[in-house]
């Protein structure tokens, strides 16, 4: 992937860790980046960098506490359990800001 399409994936994790409304409120981090990576490498790209976060809940493939999957419909950004959601966005962002030497936000 190239630096552009990492800063464009960036930038859409920080704005959601900032409170932008998500396309799919009932869908995870993944949704919001596959059409950057497709489908399963975004699945792999968020379990892989999650792991680092402070936060994790211990399950790869649900990193954000509790780690379980949300019932069906829910919506996955509201209350502190999207609140979470919102931070492990900001995480994401950095650590690709990193890798790409690109630490302005």
Aim: with cysteine.
């Amino acid at each position: 992937m190239d630096t552009e399409a990492l800063k464009a994936m960036a930038d859409r994790l920080q704005d959601l860790a900032d409170g932008a409304e998500p396309r799919y409120e009932t869908r995870g981090i993944c949704a919001h980046i596959c059409d950057f990576l497709g489908a399963t490498a975004a699945v792999d790209f968020v379990c892989i960098r999650a792991k680092a976060w402070p936060e994790h809940s211990g399950n790869m493939y649900y990193p954000v506490p509790p780690g379980r999957p949300a019932y069906y419909g829910d919506n996955l950004w509201s209350g502190e359990y999207g609140a979470a959601r919102r931070r492990l966005c900001g995480f994401l962002a950095q650590e690709i800001r990193k890798e790409i030497g690109d630490e302005t936000n």
